[in-house]
């Protein structure tokens, strides 16, 4: 048993299909508690600001293009393991190649528009949390 936080971002595509509950709740039927939660608009820079890691990437213009087009949901997630358990319920980057059942298998347009984002390690949780959240707005 270890219990973890890890950062979640319900994205663009999901919050215009009004998708939000839908996907909370495949996080919470498996055990992941939202102990933070708030919808905010990102600019362009924030949003290449948070994607940094990927600056070199080919796709990190369009991807911040996307992540700043329409209001995304920031989420704490808390859990055992909840790094890794929310990585398996949101499935693989791309869709099609996502597991039936997973968040992204189910929703997601495309390998971009691919509707959840999860912390991928326990330094990167910590980071992508103090980005988004201030201390008095997590509340485990
Ligand atoms: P994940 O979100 O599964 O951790 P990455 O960290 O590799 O995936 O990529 C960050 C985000 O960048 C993805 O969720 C997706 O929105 C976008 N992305 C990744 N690979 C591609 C690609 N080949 N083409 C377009 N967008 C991509
Ligand atoms: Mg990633």
Do not use: W
């Not at 528009?113 to 988004?132: C, M, P, Q, T």
Request: hydrophobic share 40%.
């Amino acid at each position: 048993m270890s219990i973890e936080r890890t950062l979640s971002i319900i994205k663009p595509d999901a919050t215009r299909r009004n998708l939000t509950g839908a996907v909370c709740s495949y996080l919470e039927k498996a055990g992941l508690r939202i102990i933070a939660q708030k919808r905010t608009l990102l600019t362009r820079a924030q949003a290449e600001d948070f994607y940094d890691v990927h600056s070199e990437r080919p796709f990190y213009n369009d991807l911040c293009i996307f992540m700043s087009s329409a209001p995304i949901v920031v989420q704490t997630l808390e859990g055992d393991n909840a790094i890794a358990k929310n990585r398996e319920i949101m499935g693989a980057t791309n869709p099609k190649n996502a597991d039936i059942g997973t968040i992204r298998h189910d929703f997601a347009e495309s390998i971009e528009a691919n509707s959840v984002h999860g912390s991928d390690s326990l330094e990167n949780a910590k980071r992508e949390i103090n980005f988004f959240f201030s201390e008095i707005e997590i509340v485990g």
